[in-house]
């Protein structure tokens, strides 16, 4: 028996078909075009998965189920999309609309969440009692998996960890509060204080390294700067770290998870960005002192499948 | 079928007996004598629920179990607690040496998750699917319930939530960190607030109602002066809601419980705490603004209560 993962994004519908340990053995996408109808983005998602089904030889009655991954807040008993900002998605009955197509029991979850679940069965958490997985990316996407099962509060809409204050008072994020996780832990956040550090010091390696164009600041040019020596690369990866390390020493205080895993491109570093990582924890929590195991920090393993994977695992 | 529910203090050791439906039937107390050992401590234990048990002219086989909430870490499936400062517990096998003078299975918890259980059982959460109850006093306790269950993470340590850093590089904590949110929504850190401000304000009515001696500061002062009309008094009280408030809107983008349950003596502050604790976790959380509902706020009701109705309820 097999299962159909649908990851659904702002810029592309993505679609596996999945065997029953997780592998994807055919995908395929299609662009979202984001501005659409609700009913013509279904459509598209419906006619991707009908094709791959035939492409492979198979039938629908090979499948148990199609899950899908979603940006936004669902409705996971109804099958529904609440709302979603960057597909403008508000009371979707996706379930319902997709089985117009393929009559097959359709799971809906939040992308964040199916991706940490993704990890949890099948990637760097697997196996674990209690899992967090955060993705530093152009903010803070965060999922969290509790003995086996995604954990989304009572309304679907936990788990928004980028949204946690760490700074009362700090800076203003797009969600209305000052001081969110994201805006100092995020890649974006790495790249807005790569460029305050370089435009303060002119003489610095960073400034070299991008011509003096500091548009083209990426956030990894200050771990490639401190690699290198530089004294301001050094210290915007010191205190990054310690923005990111401060988030997860509370996800430690708060969830004592067994495994936290880090998705996103600065993952790249490996252990330059998680050996002082861990130091911050066991530093910043109490249960190391006293011989308690704490989490281990891993770097994710799902990639790009995570979606598809994670939903395809989807159940009731 | 009977319990016996143990609320194990650095104070005092208290001891009831519970019947099916969570009642205290009979209880009672003896001083915990802290700095003793602790094989003399769960002897006193042992005493106290036998005594109580033939008060009643009840014997052991009409109980089911016997639950201990205990300050520190316990290591709930061994039945010990691996570690606790106030009572200088260390690795203590607390199952097996009470079970030296009782027969009968024996569950440890922590008591500030506890304390949250018997709010979700039989207090102000009963019924809700994930709540989190939260004690402002000397610190901030608390504990969480998801699904039913008392929510501890791989190592039951989790749930620390006075241990989450609202204000990096803030005040120093005792657990090591900077800016725990305990440092500002504890009734400790209401008193310290006022004390500032109360010196800083040597015109205000506060200082007028402890005759000018600070020492004589408690958390409701500064709520009293409020309430007839004082700036300075309104002021504190403004800013330490707020500090709770940063806290409560992160507990409830982590965990979107359905029920938030506030303890500690400022609670008796009622509608005039709850109503702008209420509009401020509305204003920094965007479920309201899409109508998904989000936690309801309300006051502890197990009261002294929650710890051995709390511990009388855990099972395996």
Redesign the interface.
Request: glycine share 4%.
């Given at each position: 028996m097999f299962y159909i993962g649908v990851d659904l994004g702002g810029t592309n519908i993505a679609v596996g078909l999945v065997d029953e340990i997780g592998n994807i053995f055919s995908k395929n996408s299609v662009p979202t075009h984001r501005e659409r109808e609700y009913s013509e983005i279904i459509k598209d998602m419906a006619t991707l998965i009908l094709d791959l089904i035939n492409k492979e030889g198979l039938k629908i009655e090979d499948f148990q189920s199609i899950g899908v991954g979603s940006p936004g807040?669902p409705n996971c008993s109804e099958g529904e999309i609440?709302?979603a900002s960057n597909i403008k998605f508000r009371n979707v009955p996706l379930r319902k609309e997709l089985q117009k197509y393929i009559n097959l029991p359709v799971y809906v979850n939040n992308d964040a969440n199916v991706a940490a679940y993704a990890e949890s069965v099948k990637g760097a958490a697997k196996g674990?009692?209690?899992a967090v997985a955060i993705t530093l990316g152009t903010g803070i996407g965060s999922g969290i998996v509790?003995d086996g099962k995604i954990?989304?509060?009572?309304?679907?809409?936990?788990?928004?960890?980028g949204?946690?204050?760490?700074?009362?008072d700090g800076e203003q994020c797009g969600?209305?509060?000052r001081g969110c996780w994201e805006l100092?832990a995020s890649a974006t956040a790495c790249i807005r204080q790569t460029k305050k550090v370089a435009s303060e010091n002119p003489q610095s390696l960073i400034n070299k390294l991008v011509d003096g164009d500091l548009n083209k600041i990426d956030a990894k040019i200050a771990f490639d700067a401190a690699k290198r020596g530089d004294i301001a690369g050094q210290k915007i990866v010191d205190q990054y770290i310690?923005?990111i390390g401060?988030g997860l020493?509370?996800i430690v205080?708060?969830?004592?998870?067994?495994v936290i895993v880090i998705g996103g491109g600065v993952c790249k570093e490996g252990e330059f960005l998680l050996a002082p990582l861990r130091k911050h924890i066991e530093?910043?929590?109490?249960?190391p002192s006293?011989?308690?195991?704490?989490?281990e920090l891993k770097v994710a393993q799902m990639g790009n499948d995570a979606g598809i994977v994670g939903a395809a695992m989807l159940r009731e």
């Open positions: 807040v609440v709302y674990a009692k209690c509790v954990f989304s509060g009572f309304n679907n809409a936990a788990s928004e960890l949204h946690m204050v760490v700074e009362m969600c209305g509060r100092y310690k923005y401060e020493a509370n205080n708060i969830f004592q998870p067994e530093e910043n929590t109490f249960a006293h011989n308690i195991k704490i989490a």
